[in-house]
């Protein structure tokens, strides 16, 4: 049986003893700036630097044993990744390093006291300023930090927005703007991103003579691997779509290109229809989509619902089809749950009701690009001043009446 996509392994922590060979290494290294300070505060000479280095080897291997046993032997309260950090564990972590930062120097200067310089703490004034120095050099380095931080922060965001960016332009790319013209029946469709990228499409494919595919589908997720699986579904679909009659087998080999070739976690929804202009009639398969909505125009209202599962999360899934028979006056609608779950200010969804309600009292003769504006303009107004949570895709399927042309010819 074949595997799913192996996922990323997590980096692994490093270990207290690697942390605390890494310290000794390279305390020698670090310490060097600081002999180079006091050095030329206590005169600039020869001896003055070697007094300053051996010194700050002291406070280096000290403090710099305190913040390892700080990081590693006491749970300090972290934020959750991907959390909006919070203002008092933050200050408590910084109050912390401060502290251990504190105990590390006065540790080392005892240390220098009775061992080489049985002077070094010799007043108050002497054990003030080596207080003020190591508070003012934690502050330095917090802030250093910070600032790299922040630095990372802006890189990442500008490569998410560049990604986000790119994503964006791959949906275009395959969502179709001209749709066939046919003299018995009029399709339209539309996708209204949101801020972020999601993996809706669409399309409307050519499937031999007098018939075509019409497909809507939405990948789990957001960003590039949601637009790319997107992309690899449409391809799929389209070379399958001559070669392959049964909606429900083009589903089920979709279904297994999607198990085989992505990550535990991506999965799609998909609803295909082949529609057979001569006969008026539609074949179609659901896999977990939102049920498109057959408008009859004596005032039935009908949901497709047969089919099986989502793709990508049983390999060997088996699909069911359905048959309608259309006639004129019918409008069939396809949307993608953009829509029904549309969020206003007061946490209210648009949901299906709506969507049927808002259709079923459309006039009779709106061309199928004025029902999905009509219906895009229903959920603006019931989401108000509130930003659309996901994007927004409607296709629609209107059969014409006799005497009735397609739009636009």
């Given at each position: 049986m074949a595997g799913r996509a192996p996922?990323?392994?997590?980096?692994?922590?490093?270990?207290?003893?690697?942390?605390?060979?890494?310290?000794?290494?390279?305390?020698?290294?670090?310490?060097?700036?600081?002999?180079?300070?006091?050095?030329?505060?206590?005169?600039?000479?020869?001896?003055?630097?070697?007094?300053?280095?051996?010194?700050?080897?002291?406070?280096?291997?000290?403090?710099?044993?305190?913040?390892w046993a700080l990081e590693h032997f006491v749970p300090l309260p972290r934020d959750a990744e991907g959390a909006k950090p919070d203002l008092r564990r933050t200050l408590f972590r910084v109050g912390s390093y401060g502290v251990a930062s504190l105990v590390g120097a006065y540790a080392a200067a005892f240390a220098i006291h009775f061992t080489i310089a049985p002077t070094f703490l010799g007043s108050l004034k002497d054990v003030l300023e080596i207080g003020m120095f190591t508070l003012l050099f934690c502050a330095l380095f917090i802030g250093i930090t910070a600032a790299y931080a922040f630095y990372h922060q802006a890189v990442d965001k500008a490569?998410?927005?560049?990604?986000?960016?790119?994503?964006?332009?791959?949906?275009?790319?395959?969502?179709?703007?001209?749709?066939?013209?046919?003299?018995?029946?009029?399709?339209?469709?539309?996708?209204v991103s949101s801020k972020e990228v999601s993996g809706d499409i669409y399309d409307v494919v050519p499937a031999g003579a007098g018939a075509f595919l019409l497909a809507i589908a939405d990948v789990a997720g957001k960003g590039v691997p949601a637009a790319l699986l997107s992309s690899m579904l449409q391809a799929s679909l389209r070379t399958q779509a001559?070669?392959?009659?049964?909606?429900?087998?083009?589903?089920?080999?979709?279904?297994?290109?999607?198990?085989?070739?992505?990550?535990?976690?991506?999965?799609?929804?998909?609803?295909?229809?082949?529609?057979d202009e001569g006969a008026l009639r539609l074949a179609y398969s659901n896999?977990?989509?939102?049920?498109?909505?057959?408008?009859?125009?004596?005032?039935?209202?009908?949901?497709?619902?047969?089919?099986?599962t989502v793709l990508g999360i049983i390999e060997r899934a088996q699909f069911e089809e359905g048959r309608v028979a259309l006639a004129p006056g019918d409008r069939?609608?396809?949307?993608?749950?953009?829509?029904?779950?549309?969020?206003?200010?007061?946490?209210?969804?648009?949901?299906?009701?709506?969507?049927?309600?808002?259709?079923?009292?459309?006039?009779?003769?709106?061309?199928?690009?004025?029902?999905?504006?009509?219906?895009?303009?229903?959920?603006?107004?019931f989401l108000g001043d509130a930003e659309p949570g996901d994007d927004m895709t409607v296709m629609v399927l209107r059969v014409l009446e006799p005497e009735e042309s397609p739009a636009g010819a």
């Open positions: 996922t990323k392994r997590p980096k692994r922590p490093r270990s207290a003893w690697r942390s605390l060979l890494d310290l000794l290494a390279l305390t020698p290294l670090g310490a060097i700036p600081f002999a180079l300070f006091f050095g030329v505060l206590s005169g600039a000479t020869r001896g003055a630097f070697v007094g300053a280095y051996i010194l700050s080897l002291y406070f280096g291997y000290a403090i710099g044993l305190a913040i490569k998410a927005e560049q990604e986000l960016h790119l994503a964006r332009r791959i949906q275009r790319s395959f969502l179709l703007s001209q749709f066939p013209a046919s003299p018995r029946l009029e399709v339209h469709a539309v996708n001559e070669s392959t009659p049964s909606v429900a087998d083009i589903l089920q080999n979709i279904n297994a290109l999607v198990y085989r070739s992505t990550a535990v976690n991506q999965f799609a929804t998909f609803f295909l229809a082949r529609v896999a977990g989509h939102n049920y498109p909505m057959l408008f009859r125009r004596g005032g039935e209202v009908l949901t497709l619902e047969r089919g099986g069939l609608v396809f949307y993608t749950d953009g829509i029904n779950e549309a969020e206003n200010e007061r946490a209210e969804q648009f949901g299906d009701q709506r969507l049927e309600q808002l259709v079923a009292a459309l006039p009779a003769g709106l061309s199928a690009r004025e029902i999905t504006e009509r219906i895009l303009d229903g959920v603006r107004g």
